[in-house]
T-cell receptor
Framework: SQQGEEDPQALSIQEGENATMNCSYK?????LQWYRQNSGRGLVHLIL?????REKHSGRLRVTLDTSKKSSSLLITASRAADTASYFC????????????FGKGTKLTVNP | GAGVSQSPRYKVAKRGQDVALRCDPI?????LFWYQQALGQGPEFLTY????????KSGLPSDRFFAERPEGSVSTLKIQRTQQEDSAVYLC????????????FGPGTRLTVL
């Protein structure tokens, strides 16, 4: 079963606008990661935030984590058509396996 | 070097056939993972290897699913007596070390069971 939910399920914006995606999860985590998946291709790691961090930046990406609410957000600033993809959050859980538990994803469309 | 590669990229099987899916991880990567991704869903964990040891197989949906990594490098996911509900994309991922959180994913094998 999947860990949590991304919201919205789908998002359509114009090039240059910002895109915000949210992720909620259920169990205690070691870290939370965001991945991007282009149509028909594998997942690409974007950014990782640890459970003791609240915010992290990488280029045009900004991730926040609120462990008290079990939620995270991914902000993509100044979006480009090439950002069109599905975005998934994935959690690394405490105690045991190295596996990642993914959400259902947000499908982002950036219109030129 | 090259990323994670998987073969075949597409596989069509008749219900009841056995299939074998191959994963070549990034050279030197210790950890290897298999995930199943149904259409419109996020990947779901199947199994995890550290070198040749299968440390977690809790996600394998039935005893028809079997995975191996005999020499700690290439891995094979085998599905016996395929069913229509097995239709999905099977993703392989590897990571450099145990406890290294970032996973590198292959392009996946799309399995269609008729």
């Amino acid at each position: 079963s999947q860990q949590g939910e991304e919201d919205p399920q789908a998002l359509s914006i114009q090039e240059g606008e910002n895109a915000t995606m949210n992720c909620s999860y259920k169990t205690s985590i070691n870290n939370l990661q965001w991945y991007r998946q282009n149509s028909g291709r594998g997942l690409v790691h974007l950014i990782l935030i640890r459970s003791n961090e609240r915010e992290k930046h990488s280029g045009r990406l900004r991730v926040t984590l609120d462990t008290s609410k079990k939620s995270s957000s991914l902000l993509i600033t100044a979006s480009r058509a090439a950002d069109t993809a599905s975005y998934f959050c994935a959690t690394g859980t405490q105690g045991g396996s190295e596996k990642l538990v993914f959400g259902k994803g947000t499908k982002l469309t950036v219109n030129p | 070097g090259a990323g994670v590669s998987q073969s075949p990229r597409y596989k069509v099987a008749k219900r009841g056939q056995d299939v074998a899916l191959r994963c070549d991880p990034i050279s030197g990567h210790v950890s290897l993972f298999w995930y199943q991704q149904a259409l419109g869903q996020g990947p779901e964990f199947l199994t995890y290897f550290q070198n040749e040891a299968q440390l977690d197989k809790s996600g394998l949906p039935s005893d028809r699913f079997f995975a191996e990594r005999p020499e700690g490098s290439v891995s094979t996911l085998k599905i016996q007596r395929t069913q229509q509900e097995d239709s999905a994309v099977y993703l392989c991922a590897s990571s450099l070390e145990a406890g290294e959180e970032e996973q590198f994913f292959g392009p996946g094998t799309r399995l269609t069971v008729l």
